[in-house]
């Protein structure tokens, strides 16, 4: 992983990038956290990861999430690598 961060990130423009999390990974290393943009996060394949907002239940990532900033979230661990799309963009 890169910077002590739990996926493998490449950039593919100046606001997008690509992230691949691995089923190996911890679950510690996916905690809470908000970021300082807002952010669109697009999965375009099958996959039985989650995704939660706080005081939220959890979601299936399909599609488009949008994850405002300043806004808790997290990801829950499934099988298999999860790859999406990461847009930092303004709402």
């Known amino acids: ?17 690509i992230r691949r999390f691995s089923p190996d990974i911890e679950d510690e290393e996916l905690k ?23 005081n939220e239940l959890p979601i299936s990532i399909k599609g488009v999430i949008k994850i405002p900033k300043g806004e808790w979230h997290r990801l829950i661990k499934g099988t298999g690598d999860l790859e999406v799309f990461v847009t930092r963009t303004e709402f």
């Open 32 to 54: 809470w956290h908000f970021d300082d943009e807002d952010r669109i996060v697009e999965c375009s394949t099958e996959t039985d990861w989650k995704f939660q907002f706080d």
């Open 1 to 17: 992983m890169n910077n002590d961060l739990p996926f493998n990130e490449k950039w593919i423009e100046e606001n997008k990038s």
